[in-house]
């Protein structure tokens, strides 16, 4: 049997429009944390998929090892993700967040000072983000 990509996908109580699927991709357009209309733009652009992931959002202020990453723990940014929320079902599409804690990555540089919580005492080694102090 073949089974089109353009066809509904029934998951649960949700019924997507076809197959196709956003993946989650950071990109670290969130100043101060903060959702703007660029990220409105950006997922209402993708709508034709039938279910976008955002990209990881910061669910408390010490998670992040990126730059100008979302996060989703202030009225503000609440505020700023319904924006997008909004957008993607008045488009007719569905989307989901993608929650995220970046743990023994994260860096002090990004979280005023505050040092890394990870779920192990083992620090990490190398780093992808050679712009932050101490990454090697
Ligand atoms: C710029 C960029 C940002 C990404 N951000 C995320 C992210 O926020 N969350 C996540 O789970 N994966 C993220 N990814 C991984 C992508 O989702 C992944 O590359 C995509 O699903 C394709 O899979 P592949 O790289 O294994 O082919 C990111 C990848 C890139 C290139």
């Not at 670290?28 to 660029?38: A, C, I, K």
Request: hydrophobic share 45%; glycine share 10%.
């Amino acid at each position: 049997m073949t089974i089109s990509l353009a066809s509904p996908l029934q998951i649960g109580d949700l019924t997507l429009k076809n197959r196709f699927v956003l993946a989650s991709l950071m990109r670290d357009r969130n100043p101060g944390t903060v959702p703007t209309e660029l990220n409105v733009e950006y997922y209402r652009q993708r709508v034709t998929a039938g279910l976008l992931l955002s990209e990881g959002i910061m669910i408390e202020p010490l998670g992040s090892e990126w730059t100008n990453a979302a996060g989703i723990f202030s009225e503000k940014q609440i505020a700023g993700w319904k924006k997008v929320t909004d957008a993607v079902h008045a488009e007719g599409s569905i989307i989901f967040a993608q929650l995220w804690h970046a743990g023994r990555m994260t860096h002090p540089a990004l979280q005023a000072g505050q040092p890394t919580v990870g779920p192990s005492a083992i620090a990490a080694k190398g780093g992808k983000f050679r712009q932050l102090v101490g990454y090697v």
